[in-house]
């Protein structure tokens, strides 16, 4: 028993001995003798935890997607680059306007279509006409030849009707008997009715009517304006209205 008691005693003094130092080792019991025995601890500078370099960040961060843009289609993959509209086709189209071009007679509507309007691009033309009675016409209708227009204007001499006389002029009225014209229908009835009281047979009114021509012109406003204030339009003394385009 004595001799496992000094073998006890001398293990505890060995490990107490190692503890200590005094065998040439020894463990660090705490931070200050951590500080001793490192070198020229007086250069060490201490940094909150947080505290990174920002280079080091950097390099911590991940890497940002970077942004997408079209790719270029490549050579030979069959797709075409859809080329840019030119700015032309953006711009807004000329307003379309229609003026009417009226009160002509014949031969100033020929010159206006040729002189105003034939040879500019961008118009559209209508020509159209119309009848206006300017005149009521009581007369006897043509019936047979100038011989049978002669007997019928004697009888009617012999009636005491002396305000006549027969048409020559070739065409559908030739060899007809006029007996007046008048600018309204009411005198031209008038007239017939005194005819019909002295016992004119056959008499009866027509009318004669001016042919009227108009055109319309359609297209930019800006080349209607050059057609409405060019000198055949002004000299032609016609009616300009607005229509619809």
């Known amino acids: 028993m004595r001799i496992v008691f000094v073998i006890l005693v001398l293990l505890n003094l060995l490990a107490l001995a190692s503890i200590r130092g005094w065998l040439g080792t020894s463990a660090p019991e705490g931070e ?19 505290d990174t370099p920002p280079r080091e960040i950097e390099a911590e961060l991940p890497a940002l997607p970077a942004e997408r843009t079209p790719a270029a289609p490549e050579a030979g993959n069959g797709r075409a680059a859809t080329p840019a509209a030119p700015a032309a086709a953006n711009a807004p189209a000329a307003a379309l306007a229609c003026v009417e071009i009226g009160g002509l ?3 100033e509507a020929n010159a206006v279509l040729q002189n105003a309007i034939a040879g500019k691009p961008g118009l559209r033309t209508e020509h159209k006409t119309s009848s206006t009675p300017n005149a009521w016409w009581v007369r006897i209708p043509p019936s047979g030849g100038r011989e049978a227009a002669e007997r019928r204007a004697a009888e009617l001499r012999a009636q005491g009707i002396s305000e006549l006389f027969i048409v020559n002029d070739a065409g559908p009225n030739q060899y007809a008997i006029s007996l007046g014209l008048f600018k309204t229908e009411a005198k031209a009835q008038q007239h017939l009715a005194s005819l019909q009281a002295r016992q004119v047979r056959g008499a009866g009114i027509a009318t004669r009517s001016t042919t009227i021509h108009r055109i319309e012109v359609h297209g930019p406003a800006s080349a209607l304006r050059a ?15 607005e229509c619809t385009p």
């Open 32 to 50: 200050p003798e951590r500080l001793s025995n490192q070198l020229n601890p007086d250069r060490i500078i201490l940094r909150p935890g947080n």
């Open 105 to 107: 007679a014949e031969n």
């Open 227 to 241: 057609v409405t204030g060019s000198p055949t339009v002004r000299r032609s003394g016609a009616t300009i209205s």
